[in-house]
């Protein structure tokens, strides 16, 4: 890392506060297995269907943290991104675990799943979906930005979200997932005229849509000996299998009519009492016995039953709507894509501009007062583009959205120039300057770890694809040293790495190198006089107090003095031939300690503490100061402030506003040693 700190993050464990968790930040409460009410699972609509079909549920690796924790019986639901709906109500069948399906949710099932944090589930009541304003008010508190929320729900909030599905439930007995081909035959075999049982009751003439086909949920059937029928294959079916799928195919019209109804979805009012009450009727001749109720029935619908001509024409014409609605559904989603593509675009250039005038009033300022020893700069491209009086700012999140931005942040005059960005957003990544190029490597965001390396050239203002890490990592630390650039621990959401990697040039590709003593996820690392310096961290199972060196001529590490208070997510820089562990999360909160390491004592030294605690920040040596920006507070916002140190003056809290809200970025000095 040279001069330069990275921002690092945290293991998962049950320990760390509520919010703001190590790689999990945007992904985590942690409740333990006692507090957990419920669990919130998510899907598309284009994987809806497998799910129900599979009565799997999956989420991304990391998200197991809390998935271990389902148990059989427990309350989960179904989040659509497409239509920003919530679905329910699920129980859980199985407890959560790893890969029950390592090939779920893939294109041809040629690849392993993205989505192994998995538990097998059933239908326990069938709702209407309630959409987002409907269900926000109560996980309100687990709601990190606009439109991202946490998966883990407390007693409290599963219970509101069951009580308000319940008051929606639309079925009293579970549906068939995707009808056997079999028993679609049978359903299609009756005629579309009406057809009187035993009991005098008239049947709902056979409908089949898509509609029907897209309700998947969980459901089984008794057999018997004694009663059988035959489908159109002379395949000898239970009787009571064809009476169940009857009542299921009649469930499903009145259900999909119901919500038509109530949704307003019908052009004009006659439709709808045309539609919807002949199916109620329907549902009432189940219960209806004689002639005298069927002719009240009648006559409450106008005279009108289910033999009447205008019946299979009021059908078709329903499904006829219902396509319509599909495909105005589908024009929708095409035109809010696109407008949100243009939005992002809109936000880019808006961003830029802002730049430009910051760029412009610092000009103007500089022209009408600098002295001293501060140099006027001739143009604003000229200013701009001069990194060796610079800090460059790498990813990272502001609260609402993971960046792939590279800024150039000039502290003298409180301007931030925008560089031409990475090739993906990347958050908990390591950084280091090497041959004159600015080397990016792992990190990731939310729900994704990275194995990608990319290089930025200031020269050309251009970024190269690298040979890729060995493995998927993020919250790893790095630094070059002797013409090689390390890669250090890491970890991947599950497991906490020890390992090192050493990318050699020559060679063209990272080697395994000597692993360290201790796994350390979300630890510090820098360079310092030859050697690799690697501090703090999360092991898997606590915060960690120790401190090891990397001494590239005896091939191996070797401890050197705790540090006294444990830490992770924490930045180290090197300054006038001493370590300076920044800040920090120890287990409990964030912190404003600093500690000092002097190797030719060999001991860690209180530090004046910053103003502000904080973890998940970035920090540089810039002119014989340390500069510290952005993280997060115990309180969970995001650090807008800029802090100082100088030695003999200690913190200073500046004035600094360019770069505002930023966390999980990691920052270097591109120039000069």
């Keep these: 890392m040279g001069t330069g700190g990275n921002t690092q993050t945290f293991y998962q464990s049950e320990t760390y506060p509520s919010r703001w968790l190590a790689s999990n930040m945007a992904w985590a409460r942690n409740l333990t297995k006692n507090q957990l009410g419920g669990v919130i699972f998510g899907c598309t609509t284009s994987t809806m269907k497998e799910c129900h079909a599979k009565q799997l549920f999956g989420l991304p690796a990391q998200h197991f943290s809390y998935v271990k924790n389902i148990e059989a019986g427990l309350p989960l639901f179904l989040f659509d991104y497409s239509e920003r709906k919530l679905h329910g109500i699920y129980e859980a069948a199985s407890s959560g675990q790893m890969n029950i399906d390592s090939y779920a949710w893939t294109t041809d099932g040629s690849k392993r799943t ?47 979200l069951m009580s308000k599905l319940s008051s929606l439930a639309v079925a009293s007995r579970p549906f068939i997932p995707q009808n056997p081909p079999a028993l679609r035959t049978i359903i299609q075999r009756f005629p579309s005229n009406k057809k009187t049982e035993e009991n005098g009751a008239s049947e709902l003439p056979p409908f089949k849509d898509d509609f029907a086909e897209s309700h998947d949920s969980i459901g089984t059937s008794a057999t018997s000996d004694d009663s059988v029928c035959s489908d159109g294959n002379n395949q000898l079916v239970d009787s009571s299998l064809c009476n169940q799928m009857i009542e299921i195919e009649k469930d499903l019209i009145y259900e999909k009519l119901k919500e038509l ?58 499904h006829g709507e219902i396509e319509e609605l599909k495909a105005f559904k589908q024009e929708q989603i095409r035109k809010t894509e696109s ?107 939310a729900s994704t770890w990275y194995d990608t390396v990319e290089s930025y050239n200031a020269v050309n203002n251009e970024w190269t694809l690298r040979p890729s890490l060995n493995k998927e990592k993020g919250s790893l630390a790095g630094a070059a040293l002797n013409g090689k650039i390390f890669s250090v621990g890491g970890g991947n959401g599950v497991e906490c790495f020890s390992e090192v990697e050493m990318y ?41 107090k120790s401190a090891e060196r990397l001494d590239p001529r005896e091939h191996s590490w070797s401890n050197i003095g705790s540090m006294n208070a444990k830490r992770g997510c924490h930045s180290l820089v090197a300054m006038n031939e001493k370590l300076y562990a920044l800040g920090g999360y120890d287990g409990t909160s964030m912190i404003p300690s600093v500690e000092i390491y002097d190797p030719r ?73």
């Design 261 to 318: 109804a109530l949704n307003g979805d019908f052009p004009n009012a006659s439709i709808t009492e045309h539609v919807l009450e002949p199916a109620r009727s329907v549902m009432d001749l189940e219960h209806e016995n004689d002639d005298d109720d069927l002719m009240t029935l009648e006559k409450r619908n106008g005279g009108s039953s289910f033999d009447s001509p205008d019946y299979p024409a009021t059908v078709a014409q329903l």
């Design 504 to 544: 050699d040039p020559y060679v063209g590709r990272w080697i395994s190198a000597r692993s360290m003593l201790h796994k350390r996820f979300a630890l510090a690392a820098v360079e310092l006089n030859g050697a690799l310096y690697a501090v703090g961290g999360y092991d898997g199972s606590d915060y960690l």
């Design 114 to 160: 993205k989505y192994p944090a998995q538990v097998q589930i059933r239908l326990r009541l069938k709702c209407l979906a309630l959409a987002e304003y409907q269900f926000k008010p109560i996980i309100i508190d687990n709601y990190y930005s606009q439109t991202h929320f946490w998966f883990e729900l407390d007693h409290a909030q599963a219970s509101k």
């Design 339 to 445: 407008l949100e593509k243009k939005l992002a675009e809109a936000e880019q250039e808006i961003h830029r501009l802002e730049s430009r005038c910051m760029t412009l009033e610092s000009m103007s300022y500089t022209s009408a007062g600098l002295s001293g020893d501060e140099t006027l700069i001739e143009s604003p491209d000229q200013f701009c583009l001069n990194l060796n009086e610079s800090i460059l700012i790498v990813g990272g999140y502001d609260g609402v959205s993971w960046s792939s931005a590279l800024h150039s942040f000039l502290p003298s005059h409180d301007v931030l120039r925008s560089l031409k960005p990475m090739s993906s957003v990347r958050s908990y990544a390591s950084v280091a300057r090497f041959n004159g190029e600015l080397y990016v490597f792992g990190g990731g965001t």
């Design 601 to 673: 004592v060999g001991t860690w030294m209180p530090g004046k503490p910053m103003n502000e605690g904080r973890g998940y920040l970035a920090a540089a040596v810039f002119k014989e100061s340390i500069y510290v920006i952005g993280g997060v507070k115990t309180n969970e916002d995001i650090v807008d402030m800029i802090e100082c140190y100088k030695e003999g003056q200690g913190w200073q809290a500046t004035k600094l506003k360019a770069v505002g809200k930023r966390c999980f970025a990691s920052a270097v000095v591109f120039g000069g040693d």
